[in-house]
Structure formats: structure tokens, C-alpha cells
């Protein structure tokens, strides 16, 4: 093959990939900062059962938002102990995600939450539903 050929089947296959991606990004996500206080609404299999499982905490890290593979790590702290999940935003496991506060951050990744508890752990922030004055 020439290197012309080679060139034009490289950038037909690329827009391949960006329609099929496109198709793949779901619009009815909403855009996810870290220092978000969410509720992750995500489907369960369980013995033949699809069950709704809720996972809420606050995002140390969003990753990639705009693009097909955006994913966000949540943190909550439940019985003293903190867990950590990691979700793709555009999974079709995924049914929705719920904007309970929007923190005001310095940051992007928040790894520093990991060693508060408490009180120190608390950001400052708003109501999602809340407009600004």
C-alpha cells in the first residue's frame, strides 16, 4: 500500500470512532466537578432480579468529562470506614447521578480527604439546587 492510501484509511477509520463514540455519550449526564456531593444511581443483577443500588458521596476525581470514557471516583465514609468506587459515566449501568451539593474546591483530585474525618473533611459549599446571588 502507498503512504496515501494508508493515510486516507487511517482518518476514515478515526471518524469511525468518533461517530460510533458519539453515538455511545449519553446527554443526560450532568457535568460532574470534583468536590460534588452525588448520589450515583446504579443497576444490580442479583439472582436473576435488576435491583437499584445508591451510592452517595463526595467525587475526589473526575476524569475525562466530555469525552466517552468519563469516569468519576466517589468516596463516602460508612461505619468508620471510607470506600472508594470508581464509576464510568456513560455506563449503561449507570441510570442516573444526582447533584446533591457542589463543594467549592482549590483542586481537581481531592486525595487529601482520604487522611480527614469529620469535620475536616467537610467542604464549603452550595445547594445544587441553589442559584447564585
Not at 456531593?37 to 475526589?60: D, S
Amino acid at each position: 500500500m502507498s503512504a496515501d492510501t494508508k493515510l486516507k484509511t487511517q482518518k476514515s477509520t478515526e471518524q469511525l470512532i468518533a461517530e460510533l463514540e458519539a453515538t455511545q455519550v449519553r446527554s443526560d449526564m450532568p457535568e460532574i466537578k470534583s468536590g460534588a456531593t452525588v448520589a450515583v444511581h446504579q443497576k444490580i443483577l442479583e439472582k436473576g432480579k435488576v435491583r437499584t443500588q445508591v451510592f452517595e458521596g463526595m467525587v475526589l476525581k473526575s476524569v475525562n468529562a466530555k469525552k466517552l470514557g468519563a469516569m468519576i471516583t466517589v468516596r463516602k465514609v460508612t461505619s468508620g470506614v471510607g470506600v472508594e468506587r470508581t464509576f464510568l459515566v456513560h455506563s449503561p449501568l449507570i441510570e442516573k447521578i444526582e447533584i446533591k451539593k457542589q463543594a467549592k474546591t482549590r483542586r481537581s483530585k481531592l486525595y487529601f480527604l482520604r487522611g480527614l474525618s469529620g469535620r475536616a473533611a467537610a467542604q464549603r459549599g452550595r445547594d445544587a439546587g441553589a442559584t447564585k446571588p
